[in-house]
């Protein structure tokens, strides 16, 4: 149990007293403090005591056909300072004598303020009655049920019963017994759970009918968390429906991020060493992409390799491959008057300058050689153009 009752005290003022007042032991702080009064007729103006300076409920009766129709029931309450004994408030009229029930509770679960978690009643409507019904209480908090009745007038009392239709079991806390025409007041107490649906129904079997009202509450202490005792650094559970997504915090550092979503064509891992190539991403289809390749080499051929293969991280002082298909003219110098042997036929033609024969006569113009040229010794035709000679 979180809500337990520590100490109670009762007082019956008698008709004409409008003090009501009760003395506990001595509360203990912050223990709940309860003060509920039960009249006869209507008790007019209440003003509750300064230890318990909420005051929630106040049932006088729905009838308008007058005080003998009417019943009072009055619940106030707050948290002990530390020390307090006697609890007194007062009331404007007290017919025929009343009914005081005064409570401490203590909570062993609760650190935040005292709070009411569920509230029922059940107010008189004038009709003569020996039983009420406090039904569909919603406890939204662990606590303590507190149910309270109180009759117009109590004369005989009769077999007093709470049968609860939820399970719970209370336990009797006030009762008035059998006397004239004062007003009545029994009070019950039950724990319940958060979550619970609480109902109760008081009777008194071969009791005097009369005025009855009623009401049930729970008292609790606010809790301080819902979630506590966490460890530091730890991730919360994840909350919600997970649907299509998951979500792994705190990997460690440097680890790869858990996949998120359907895989369909695309796989994606990282955090991979360093230097070493990612694997292809989407469809590999005509083109591998090795950007991770070591220093010093050279990449992989990108794209469809149809007639041009470049590679341009050759080793320093190494010619380029060719590239595209060898067409054309070829240009050779003369070496020392011996011409370069040819490794194969070159296609075309090679143009030079060599020197002009002594021998022969001059004409006006430029000289022109031109040489055809087949593997081994080159023959040579010559032939002069108006212009300046050229001796060398």
Known sequence: MTVSVVDTATAAPTAGVTTFAASLVGATAPNALLWILGGDKNSGTITQPTDTPTMPIVLKGTSTAGPADQVTIALAHGTADGGETTISGTVGANIAGGQLWVAELADNVGTGAWARWGTVTNETDGADVTSVALTGLAATETGLAVAAVASDSVNTQGTVSWTSSTGHTFTVRRSTASGGGQAGLWIATAPVTQGDTVSVTFARAGGTADQHSGFMTVFARTVASANTGVMAGAARPATGALTGTETTSGTMAGAATVATGALTATQRTTGFLAAVA???????????????????????????????????????????????????????????????????????????????????????????????????????????????????
């Not at 005509?286 to 341009?312: E, H, I, R, W, Y």
């Not at 036929?345 to 002594?358: F, H, L, R």
């Open 278 to 392: 990612r694997p292809a991403t989407g469809d590999a289809a005509a083109a591998l992409v090795d950007p991770a390749t070591l220093a010093g080499t050279s990449p992989v051929p990108v794209g469809n390799l149809t007639g041009t293969q470049s590679t341009p991280g050759a080793f320093a002082a190494q010619a380029p491959r060719a590239t595209g298909q060898l067409t054309g003219q070829l240009v050779f110098p003369v070496i020392e008057g011996e011409f370069a042997a040819l490794a194969a036929v070159a296609v075309g033609n090679i143009t030079q300058v060599p020197a002009p024969p002594t021998d022969l006569p001059l004409r006006a113009g430029e000289p022109s050689l031109t040489a055809t040229w087949r593997a081994g010794s080159p023959a040579i035709a010559t032939g002069w153009r108006a212009g300046a000679p050229e001796v060398r």
